[in-house]
């Protein structure tokens, strides 16, 4: 009985292998490589496949979806011989999965050496500024070399990301320290540049304030010319009026009379003001014309034309 159960139970595990042989089930995300007496004999798509026992089997399995592959942290020299510290990440797809099987050995592993070389290659040409500032650039070159190189892998590179530039702790503490000596230079740029702008407003407003007292004197100046023009103009017309007055005065009876007497008065006041105020005695050196002087006055005419 014992022999029994255990031959039953031999057979129903080499029926499980013979089915698991015979008939297999592909997923979506994954391409399998059917070999036949060893000889690549095609590829499985996603869906049911009957296997021909011990004549075919599955000789490999690849994932289809994008991976994503980490490359480890590894040591490079810039160009201006500073040692940093580079690790990155690709992500990669099979294309092929017959080159992938046959093409090399493990992709994976190809994929993540060749990831480094070309990393250390592309650091190696850039100074340690650079290679901060000019990411983009290396990812590119990087997939472009990876690309290239595992076309016969049947792996297609889509793209590569630098994750972290560590340079040693001597570097970085010497950037910090020239990072803050730019930072001192900035503000005391920028405080000059304030004291210097601040100047110039200041010399500005005092050359306006220049500009505009010398308008206001000028103005001053020319208004104080057209006062004494119009002033000079004002006595000039009371003048001419007050001669006309003294013309149309002569012109009336007994006008004549009254200028002479007005002439012989203001003569008598004026020599008695030199008199006065003079310390020495003044006569007349010549009477006789003082008196033709008074006869002269009597023989104006009675009626002067006037200058209207």
């Known amino acids: 009985m014992e022999l029994i159960f255990t031959v039953v139970t031999i057979l129903f595990f080499a029926m499980l292998v013979v089915v698991r042989m015979t008939f297999i089930v592909v997923p979506m995300r994954e391409t399998v490589i059917k070999e036949?007496?060893?000889?690549?004999?095609?590829?499985?798509?996603?869906?049911?496949?009957?296997?021909?026992?011990?004549?075919?089997?599955?000789?490999?399995?690849?994932?289809?979806?994008?991976?994503?592959?980490?490359?480890?942290?590894?040591?490079?020299?810039?160009?201006?011989?500073?040692?940093?510290?580079?690790?990155g990440i690709v992500y990669m797809r099979v294309m092929d999965g017959s080159k992938a099987s046959y093409g090399i050995e493990d992709y994976r592993r190809a994929t993540i050496n060749l990831a480094q070389?070309?990393?250390?290659?592309?650091?190696?040409?850039?100074?340690?500024?650079?290679?901060?500032?000019?990411?983009?650039?290396?990812?590119?070159?990087?997939?472009?070399?990876?690309d290239k190189a595992s076309s016969p892998w049947g792996i297609k590179m889509i793209r590569y990301e630098i994750m972290n530039i560590t340079p040693s702790r001597r570097v970085i503490e010497t950037m910090e320290k020239q990072m803050e000596a730019e930072r001192h230079k900035r503000a005391d740029i920028t405080l000059s540049t304030g004291h210097k702008e601040a100047k110039i407003n200041m010399s500005e407003g005092e050359r306006q304030?220049?500009?505009?007292?010398?308008?206001?004197?000028?103005q001053r100046r020319i208004n104080e010319a057209h006062g004494r023009a119009e002033e000079i103009r004002i006595?000039?017309?009371?003048?001419?009026?007050?001669?006309?007055?003294?013309?149309?005065?002569?012109?009336?009876?007994?006008?004549n009379v009254a200028v002479r007497m007005q002439l012989v008065e203001q003569f008598i006041e004026e020599f008695g003001r030199i008199?006065?105020?003079s310390n020495v005695t003044v006569v007349p050196e010549d009477l006789a014309n003082l008196r033709g002087f008074f006869q002269g006055l009597s023989q104006i005419p009675a009626g002067v034309p006037s200058r209207d």
């Not at 304030?209 to 000028?218: C, D, I, P, R, T």
């Open 36 to 87: 036949r007496l060893g000889k690549f004999a095609g590829v499985l798509e996603p869906g049911f496949h009957f296997l021909t026992p011990i004549i075919e089997r599955v000789a490999y399995r690849h994932e289809m979806r994008e991976q994503v592959i980490d490359i480890p942290s590894q040591s490079c020299i810039t160009r201006d011989n500073i040692q940093v510290d580079v690790d």
């Open 117 to 146: 070389t070309t990393m250390r290659a592309e650091i190696g040409k850039l100074a340690l500024d650079q290679t901060f500032v000019e990411r983009e650039a290396i990812n590119e070159k990087i997939v472009q070399e990876i």
């Open 209 to 218: 304030e220049a500009v505009n007292l010398s308008e206001g004197q000028k």
């Open 235 to 255: 006595l000039a017309e009371a003048s001419a009026e007050g001669i006309r007055g003294v013309a149309a005065a002569i012109r009336r009876p007994a006008g």
């Open 275 to 277: 008199v006065g105020n």
